[in-house]
């Protein structure tokens, strides 16, 4: 099946600790995104990469970190310098760019114990 | 502001009637792209219509654009109780290598 993965569904974040979600596709898509989604809104842009090794800052990359060492994964990491980090992360991959379809993972939750 | 506004925020219909959602923007775009979500779920793509088209059609969907008044509407005709979803129109802003999303329109059809 070809996809784009994300895991975990939900993740539990303590005051201090930085957390990584993954993100995995095998649509040999050389771009990838990552989103959040805070409840009733739309996606804001935290940051992109159009190709292995390189990435941008998007809308709202502050106080997240990001690396593409391999073309089918894109993970993000919260960190502790992030204040406000509950909310509904979203990774997509696209051809090669943001003129094409974007397809989306199914998500994941981050919550703050 | 947002790039991307949808309107209404919220819609509640009758099965079997149609469902309109507008989108505006205020800078030029080079495409204009329509996503639907269902509650707690990733985004599926529902159709993409580039800046030199004026309406593009798949099954029940009608989207339009309208450049010269920065906007796009989504239809959805004979809707279905599985249409239930929140709809997000994202603009690709020229020179901006990335999409900009709405806040959408969280649509509700009624059995």
């Known amino acids: 099946d070809g996809g784009i993965t994300q895991s975990p569904k939900y993740l539990f974040r303590k005051e201090g600790q930085n957390v990584t979600l993954s993100c995995e596709q095998n649509l040999n898509h050389d771009a990838m995104y990552w989103y959040r989604q805070d409840p009733g809104q739309g996606l804001r842009l935290i940051y992109y990469s159009q190709i292995v090794n390189d990435f941008q800052k998007g809308d709202i990359a502050e106080g997240y970190s990001v690396s593409r060492e391999k073309k089918e994964s894109f993970p993000l990491t919260v960190t502790s310098a992030q204040k406000n980090p509950t909310a509904f992360y979203l990774c997509?991959?696209?051809?090669?760019?943001?003129?094409?379809?974007?397809?989306f993972g199914p998500g994941t939750r981050l919550l703050v114990l | 502001s947002q790039q991307g506004e949808e309107d209404p925020q919220a819609l509640s219909i009758q099965e079997g009637e149609n469902a309109t959602m507008n989108c505006s923007y205020k800078t030029s775009i080079n495409n204009l792209q329509w996503y639907r979500q269902n509650s707690g779920r990733g985004l599926v793509h529902l159709i993409l219509?580039?800046?030199?088209?004026r309406e593009k059609h798949s099954g029940r969907l009608r989207v339009t654009l309208d450049t010269s008044k920065k906007s796009s509407s989504l239809l959805i005709t004979a809707s279905r109780a599985a249409d239930t979803a929140s709809y997000f129109c994202a603009t690709e802003i020229q020179g901006a290598q990335k999409l900009v999303f709405g806040q959408g329109t969280r649509l509700t059809i009624n059995p």
């Open positions: 219509i580039r800046s030199n088209e």
């Open positions: 997509a991959s696209s051809e090669t760019g943001a003129r094409e379809t974007q397809y």
